[in-house]
């Protein structure tokens, strides 16, 4: 059983798909810097790709992405074209170089634009790099979702297909602003593998106004009896003040924290009951998944998906807001769709802000890496002294052992992951090696 530690949770820490995070980017970082990195990409580099769509057909009231209606087709497709364009410009700095491995397209919602045009998008993406069989993902909204779309996946030869489920509760589903029935759900998971896509996941989200455990419960029920392939089970947060969407859903109706917990135990207890391996925080994948596999060899990555078996040394994100990711760099586009085109007309790159990675950050990285994907890290002679006393109260709390030089999260401590390596935070934490770093 998991131990409910009420101040720890209390405390917001980040969810580190990168290190440093996205609130230490500035704008002293841009294109120019992107540029440099582009260049120093080699011939046989492993590059990632994403594609980011921040449009959907209907928004929803939780939601938390950079997105938008897709009414305006005209703004649709001037967007489309920009980031057409986009792709182009950086495949030809590169000139060649960097092998692609693995494309997702993600958002919003990518199916809010016509079939046709993610076939045009991938076709340039194809063209224009060095690819040969990459992995293809894309998030889906189930709503949107129709026999059209599951032959053009299939012909264009995707690999995986995200849902975004949330819920199968009715009241919890009207609450947020997304109608969904589970008979839906259904018809689309049974289309995708009818069409030969085995791989789907689905996203869940506890935290949710009007939750209950036995909503969540009902959920897992359904959620275990179709047996997709991976599991994201999120917990809602609420930003009002940030998300102005937000606040169409009543705050009194959310759950406490206390519940959050136990929805998030529940989360946990059932679907490794259900056979289910355990990867990272909030990340679940059967035994035959490549990401579950990764786990079992210790090659779980993060990055701006979550957890991921994708371990290239560079992402390229395409699109407004996609950040992209070299082993010294971070950099974010314009999030604002109007500028970001304006920018990509002018024939340079959307880069509007990011940071440099410095030798030392990259050590905090791995370390905080190590922890939400491996569940341990190896803590030099030179940070050791630093850990153990900032990680001290974790460790009478029974959150965190030492082995030897390594520093474990304990099975119960799972839920204080994210406060265990923020930690390692250069910003946020305690630890300061004895060299200063």
């Known amino acids: 059983m998991w131990t409910y530690h009420s101040e720890l949770l209390a405390k917001p820490v980040p969810r580190y798909t990168s290190y ?33 769509i921040p449009f959907c057909e209907q928004i929803c009231w939780y939601c938390g992405c950079n997105t938008g209606a897709a009414g305006r087709r005209q703004r649709l ?73 599951a032959l053009v996946l299939a012909a264009a030869r995707v690999t995986r297909v995200s ?31 009818l069409r030969g896509i085995e791989a789907i996941n689905f996203d869940l989200m506890y935290g ?17 009896r179709l047996a997709p392939s991976r599991i994201a089970l999120f917990g809602y947060a609420h930003l009002p003040d940030m998300i102005p969407r937000q606040r169409q859903i009543e705050e009194a109706t959310l759950p406490d924290q206390r519940l959050r917990f136990e929805q998030a135990e529940l989360g946990f207890h059932r679907l490794t009951a259900a056979g289910y391996a355990s990867i990272g925080f909030d990340h679940f994948a059967r035994d035959e998944d490549p990401l579950a596999i990764a786990a079992r060899e210790g090659r779980v990555s993060r990055n701006f998906q979550g957890f991921t078996e994708d371990t290239a040394p560079v992402l390229l994100g395409f699109g407004a807001s996609a950040i992209s990711r070299f082993p010294d760099l971070l950099v974010q586009n314009e999030k604002r769709a109007g500028p970001y085109r304006d920018r990509v007309s002018e024939g340079r790159p959307p880069t509007a802000r990011g940071v440099a990675v410095t030798d030392a950050e990259r050590l905090r990285a791995a370390h905080i890496c190590d922890l939400l994907c491996r569940g341990r890290t190896s803590v030099g002679k030179t940070w050791r002294m630093a850990a153990r006393a900032a990680l001290a109260d974790y460790e009478r709390r029974a959150i965190v052992e030492w082995a030897g030089n390594e520093l474990v999260i304990r099975d119960e401590g799972l839920p204080y992951a994210r406060h265990v390596a923020a930690q390692f935070d250069r910003v946020r934490g305690a630890i300061r090696p004895v060299d200063g770093l």
């Not at 440093?20 to 590059?47: H, Q, S, W």
């Not at 819920?167 to 919890?172: I, K, L, R, S, W």
């Not at 949710?208 to 275990?224: F, K, M, R, S």
């Open 20 to 52: 440093p995070t996205a609130m230490e980017f500035t704008g002293d970082v841009g294109a120019e810097d992107y540029l440099r990195a582009l260049d120093r990409v080699e011939a046989a580099t492993p590059i990632s790709l994403y594609v980011h």
């Open 77 to 149: 497709a001037d967007y489309l074209a920009a980031l057409r364009a986009e792709i182009a410009l950086v495949a030809k700095r590169l000139g060649g170089r960097g092998r692609v491995q693995r494309i997702a397209f993600g958002g919003g919602s990518p199916n809010a634009i016509a079939p046709v045009e993610l076939v045009r998008l991938l076709d340039r993406i194809l063209t224009v790099f060095d690819c040969h069989r990459p992995d293809i993902s894309i998030e889906l909204d189930p709503r949107g979702f129709d026999a059209e779309w």
């Open 208 to 224: 949710l106004p009007g939750q209950t455990l036995d909503d969540l419960d009902a959920t897992l029920d359904e959620t275990i």
């Open 163 to 193: 849902l975004g489920v949330q819920t199968f509760a009715p009241h919890v589903q009207q609450a947020i602003g997304r109608i969904q029935p589970l008979s839906h759900i259904e018809r689309v998971v049974a289309g995708l593998r």
